[in-house]
């Protein structure tokens, strides 16, 4: 989106995935991802998965998506799932998804076992889809105490909506003393100012879609998106701005205090805080941290983008916020999985010919 300076660098992200001989994270690269993490919130790691087991997971995602009796996401973007602009859908338990997810949480053992304890809850597995002409996500945290996977079953390109993250912005016992004490306001602070830039972004592209024949709107979207009473968090809802109901952004964020201090401290929140927005490669694997900033971008092109995504609990999570965040599918729900339990499943076995041993950037 033009109107956020947003780089598209994220080589400071990444770390190549080398495996050991029994197909997990090789120690020098989990010792590498977990420095990631502990200090940008989040890593990438490229290469995670083959062309034939990212192939494999891409039909997995597929099956459910053409499933006319798929179980729909109940957070973020309901009305995007309602108009088909996206498709958030929790995958079924069934035994090809839970060997592909023991697939990805045994070969991430070593970073994901440093935060979720083996009796901690599998919370979600499911798919993302956004196609053209879907809402820009406000840039939002995700219920804390949490360990969150995307996986890119295919390559995805900046215009169809890859990722944005604030690396730096989770939250961590003393990380509000950073920046003279005031690091936790300044983030806020800065989100306000992003979304404010969101909402304007959303509502012009709502009203262009009036007349924009690649991307017609629905008989009743209008108004559905920009002045409906019913619950969205990720809408140009102008009624619920007005009435201060969105808890991501409404008139009550910009108060004169608000609009005084992004006024003057806007250079020096743009350089602490710059946003990165992702397009990983197929293969690629995004972990980060629920508490830290990001959002899921508007599809600006006609090639679908999907990611699979996990999320498993590495706290203790009130089933109230639980589901503010996370829609597990009813048969997870009816015979819920830990982290062990994922250890223990049987991987899927995809025919791969296995990642190298070693890497130049891993060498030492």
């Not at 919130?41 to 490229?46: K, N, S």
């Given at each position: 989106m033009k109107a956020l300076k947003v780089s598209s660098d994220t080589s400071a992200l990444e770390v190549p995935a080398v495996l050991d001989e029994s197909g997990r994270l090789a120690p020098?690269?989990?010792?590498?991802?977990?420095?990631?993490?502990?200090?940008?919130?989040?890593?990438?790691?490229?290469?995670?998965?083959?062309?034939?087991e990212a192939a494999t997971g891409l039909d997995l995602m597929r099956r459910t998506i053409t499933d006319p009796d798929r179980s729909h996401?109940?957070?973020?973007?309901?009305?995007?799932?309602?108009?088909?602009?996206?498709?958030?859908?929790?995958?079924?338990?069934?035994p090809e998804v839970i060997g592909f997810a023991a697939m990805l949480a045994q070969r991430l053992e070593g970073v994901l076992g440093e935060y979720c304890g083996r009796t901690r809850p599998l919370l979600e597995v499911a798919t993302f889809t956004s196609y053209r002409g879907s809402s820009h996500q406000y840039i939002h945290r995700d219920p804390m105490g949490v360990i969150s996977l995307f996986a890119a079953v295919e390559d995805v390109s900046a215009e169809q909506g890859g990722t944005v993250f604030v690396p730096g912005t989770h939250m961590y016992g003393g990380a509000d003393n950073r920046h003279g004490g005031g690091a936790y306001g300044q983030m806020e602070l800065l989100r306000t100012r992003w979304?404010?830039?969101?909402?304007?972004?959303?509502?012009?592209?709502?009203?262009?879609?009036?007349?924009?024949?690649?991307?017609?709107?629905?008989?009743?979207?209008?108004?559905?998106?920009?002045?409906?009473?019913?619950?969205?968090?990720?809408?140009?809802?102008?009624?619920?701005?007005?009435?201060?109901?969105?808890?991501?952004?409404?008139?009550?964020h910009l108060g004169p205090r608000t609009l005084w201090r992004l006024l003057r401290q806007r250079r020096l929140l743009d350089e602490r805080f710059p946003l990165v927005q992702t397009a990983p490669r197929k293969g690629s694997v995004i972990l980060y941290r629920s508490d830290l900033l990001h959002a899921g971008p508007d599809n600006r092109s006609l090639q679908p983008r999907r990611f699979f995504g996990m999320s498993i609990a590495r706290d203790?999570?009130?089933?109230?916020?639980?589901?503010?965040?996370?829609?597990?599918?009813?048969?997870?729900?009816?015979?819920?999985?830990?982290?062990?339990?994922?250890?223990?499943?049987?991987?899927?076995?995809?025919?791969?010919?296995?990642?190298?041993?070693?890497?130049?950037?891993?060498?030492?």
């Open positions: 020098a690269c989990v010792n590498s991802a977990l420095a990631m993490m502990d200090r940008h919130g989040l890593v990438i790691l490229t290469g995670l998965l083959s062309n034939s996401s109940a957070f973020a973007s309901e009305t995007d799932n309602r108009y088909l602009r996206r498709d958030f859908c929790s995958l079924p338990s069934s979304n404010a830039r969101i909402f304007r972004h959303n509502l012009a592209k709502v009203w262009g879609m009036r007349k924009d024949a690649a991307t017609p709107l629905a008989p009743g979207e209008f108004r559905d998106r920009v002045f409906s009473a019913q619950w969205d968090q990720h809408q140009p809802n102008l009624l619920r701005y007005l009435t201060g109901k969105n808890a991501q952004f409404s008139l009550r203790v999570i009130e089933h109230k916020y639980w589901h503010d965040g996370y829609s597990p599918h009813p048969t997870l729900t009816a015979q819920p999985l830990t982290f062990g339990d994922l250890l223990a499943a049987e991987p899927l076995r995809v025919p791969t010919t296995a990642p190298a041993l070693r890497s130049p950037a891993l060498a030492d």
